[in-house]
């Protein structure tokens, strides 16, 4: 399949919105207690997505500098060392909504002291370009995001094809809102308070706990999700992968799409699901609400 592309720009012909493919962890722990597991995560994504690249470290005053051997162990070293919670950036040439984007928050303690904060969880947010995916497959990227899981104390975690970026207000996510559905519309980055709940329905579910016992197990999973095209793989720790078909499905409305697996699945994780507290663009919302039930009203 040849994705569609999402690519918008701004006046200033600067892109504020691009289609990627995402791979993203939520581990309601704190960093010092996940850091060697985020590490052996990111070696194994940086040796699987070979020839791509990570180029550029941008550090926490904005600029950016060249990743190379020493920076990477600087990088190591304060992962692993880090005790007040670390914040990751990693990027490829050419930046953009669109590219090769790596984001790491993990946070000092859990739950954090600030009632406001009680949901606020670290995440691992992997991004390639569409590119990705039409080249090496859909197998591949499969491989690759469950070689990823298989290091991380994930709670959830998704893989899916994206609405990257800061256009949600205007043609990108009005596009995508009404003939894409099956196109996850996401800020750059993991989002802070996801606590353990599930980030939407995508083509990859990673389910671990609570949620998964929360359902009943595999078991029961299997029993409510016997839908043709429906895959569940138990992974190691009491976890699995839930993926709907062979590959990441927009569903072109326009085509006669209708997405019956992920709403088979919606239906089972209703009361798991994430609700976004913070705007998305210039999303109004209702405009939010509605596009986080489209598989379920």
Known sequence: MRYPRLRYFNQWDAQVASEALVICFYMKQAHQRIAPAVMRALDVFRERIRP??????IAHDGYTYLLDDKRWDTVRKEMLEG???VGLRLSATPEGPGGLYVEYRGLPT???????????TSGLYLRLPTEYLEEQGPTRVRELAVAVAEE????????DLVLSGSGMEGEAAALVSTRYPGIHMTREGPCYDMDTHVDGVHWMNFLGQPVLGQLGGVAALRERLNLSGTSIQELSGERVLITLGDEPNPGDVEAGETLPLHRALARVLEPHLYRNSRPLGRMSPEDIRRWERRFLD
């Open 52 to 57: 791509l690249a990570i180029d550029w470290y």
């Open 83 to 85: 005790d007040d919670g």
């Open 110 to 120: 859990i739950p954090m002291p600030w009632p406001e904060r009680r949901h606020d």
């Open 152 to 159: 991380l104390p994930f709670n959830s975690g998704y893989a």
